[in-house]
């Protein structure tokens, strides 16, 4: 079936320290992948999405690049700020499955000043 | 764009009461929605789909007969937790889909509920 795996948090990083959260996956033919972040208290947000291989997605300077030989997604960051401090959510979809997400466990990051 | 409201954001109610849980999509007609539940710490594991005036599609472990959904309208769902029992104390949280062909979701704030 298909499924993510996230690297495990806690993750706890100075401010401006470079920042990479592993995310791999195990789907059959060719899912969108998606990182969304949740802020303490609130929703989950969409930070950045790619929908075919090599595609790069990038938003408020993280990116993560859709790698399909290794079947991974890692989202990255030059430079970490405190307001970066959430849990991050690794996830896929396939569209013939209806729109379903199905989502990793989430790493939690902590950016200390 | 693209708003999802959950109301209530708290709720607490007595073991055997049930409570109703709404979502609402508020500036957009939302196709399809989904709940989720989240434990601390933990991912959001998908409860259910409901497409508008169609049944709700379940998942598989997922009580359909306790946790009822219902999406009446474009921009409406509800989830009623009957028969709540301290061990459905939980993080709910739904989602919107904006037409069929798009595959972004955009997600309710959450319902925190305590079983008492």
């Known amino acids: 079936g298909n499924s993510v795996t996230q690297m495990e948090g806690p993750v706890t990083l100075s401010e401006e320290a470079f920042l990479t959260i592993n995310c791999t996956y195990t789907a059959t033919g060719y899912p969108s992948l998606f990182w969304y972040v949740q802020y303490p208290g609130e929703g989950l947000q969409l930070l950045l999405k790619a929908t075919k291989a090599d595609d790069k997605g990038s938003n408020k300077g993280f990116e993560a690049t859709y790698r399909k030989e290794t079947t991974s997604f890692h989202l990255e960051k030059g430079s970490v700020q405190v307001s970066d401090s959430a849990v991050y959510f690794c996830a896929l979809s396939r569209y013939n499955q209806g729109g379903k997400l199905i989502f990793g466990q989430g790493t939690e990051l902590s950016v200390k000043p | 764009g693209a708003v999802v409201s959950q109301h209530p954001s708290r709720v607490i109610c007595k073991s055997g009461t049930s409570v109703k849980i709404e979502c609402r999509s508020l500036?957009?007609?939302?196709?399809?929605m989904f709940w989720y539940r989240q434990f601390p710490k933990q991912s959001l594991m998908l409860m259910a789909t409901s497409n508008e005036g169609s049944k709700a599609t379940y998942e598989q472990g997922v009580e359909k007969d306790k946790f009822l959904i219902n999406h009446a309208s474009l921009t409406l769902s509800t989830l009623t937790v009957t028969s709540a029992h301290p061990e459905d104390s939980s993080f709910y949280i739904c989602s919107a889909r904006r037409g069929y062909s798009s595959y972004e979701q955009y997600f309710g704030p959450g319902t925190r509920l305590t079983v008492t």
């Open positions: 500036d957009f007609q939302a196709t399809t």
